[in-house]
């Protein structure tokens, strides 16, 4: 297993090197969406303004407070609590926020599913996953809200954040078909049937 620091945006060759219990520290910039953005997006046909070729998603729709814009605050927004959301739910919309945004790094929680897997081993991409109850922390990596597009979804805007020492994050899912959820389900399915066979259930 290696660490990798990547400074954003990060080419697909970048990305296809990391592997499955890998770590990943991110700098720079990290994108925030959630549902509501990527039905406008992707089922609607709004365009954002933002470049995500090469860069990375977190789900989440943040806890912000309007403020006055300002050098401190450039998008109007100052930063509450900024956790990670399940992704499952946000599954359809892998393959395209690759190949028509050309995104190579998706942050969630819970992991993701086949359609995904396929997705990052065609297109070039990876999941990193957080653990559930880690938003205080998060909020710590993000040292601005530096710009926000498609606000009138707010609080699931299209969110651009400024990020130092973002991490480290685990490579759950990477793009040579591996997913660390199928090796935990496949572990606990072999323990199960084990466990039946043991008391003559099976």
Same mark, same amino acid.
């Given at each position: 297993?290696? !660490?990798?620091?990547?400074?954003?945006?990060?080419?697909?060759?970048?990305?296809?090197?990391?592997?499955?219990?890998?770590?990943?520290?991110? =700098? @720079?910039? +990290?994108?925030? /969406?959630?549902? *509501?953005?990527?039905?406008?997006?992707?089922?609607?046909?709004? @365009?954002?303004?933002?470049?995500? &070729?090469? !860069?990375?998603?977190?789900?989440?729709?943040? &806890?912000?407070? @309007?403020?006055?814009?300002?050098?401190?605050?450039? *998008?109007?927004? =100052?930063?509450?609590? $900024?956790? %990670? %959301?399940?992704?499952?739910?946000?599954?359809?919309?892998?393959? =395209?926020? /690759?190949? =028509?945004?050309?995104?190579?790094?998706?942050?969630?929680?819970?992991?993701?599913?086949?359609?995904?897997?396929?997705?990052?081993?065609?297109?070039?991409?990876?999941? +990193?996953?957080?653990?559930?109850?880690?938003?205080?922390?998060?909020?710590?990596? $993000?040292?601005?809200?530096?710009?926000?597009?498609?606000?009138? +979804?707010?609080?699931?805007?299209?969110? @651009?954040?400024?990020?130092?020492?973002?991490?480290?994050?685990?490579?759950?899912?990477?793009? !040579?078909? &591996?997913? +660390?959820?199928?090796?935990? &389900?496949?572990?606990?399915?072999?323990?199960?049937? *084990?466990?039946?066979?043991?008391?003559?259930?099976?």
């Amino acid at each position: 297993m290696a !660490h990798y620091e990547l400074t954003m945006p990060v080419t697909e060759e970048q990305v296809r090197a990391l592997r499955v219990g890998d770590t990943v520290t991110l =700098q @720079k910039t +990290l994108f925030g /969406i959630r549902d *509501a953005s990527y039905i406008a997006m992707f089922d609607k046909g709004r @365009k954002t303004r933002f470049d995500l &070729n090469g !860069h990375a998603v977190i789900h989440t729709a943040p &806890n912000v407070r @309007k403020v006055e814009i300002s050098e401190e605050f450039p *998008a109007g927004y =100052q930063s509450v609590c $900024i956790g %990670t %959301t399940t992704s499952s739910r946000m599954e359809r919309f892998t393959g =395209q926020l /690759i190949e =028509q945004c050309g995104v190579r790094i998706i942050i969630g929680k819970g992991g993701m599913h086949e359609g995904s897997l396929k997705a990052f081993k065609e297109l070039g991409g990876v999941y +990193l996953g957080i653990v559930g109850g880690t938003a205080a922390l998060e909020t710590t990596w $993000i040292e601005q809200i530096e710009d926000v597009d498609l606000d009138d +979804l707010n609080p699931e805007s299209l969110w @651009k954040f400024r990020i130092r020492d973002f991490g480290p994050l685990l490579v759950a899912m990477d793009s !040579h078909g &591996n997913s +660390l959820y199928d090796e935990v &389900n496949d572990s606990v399915q072999s323990r199960r049937d *084990a466990v039946l066979a043991s008391l003559g259930a099976n």
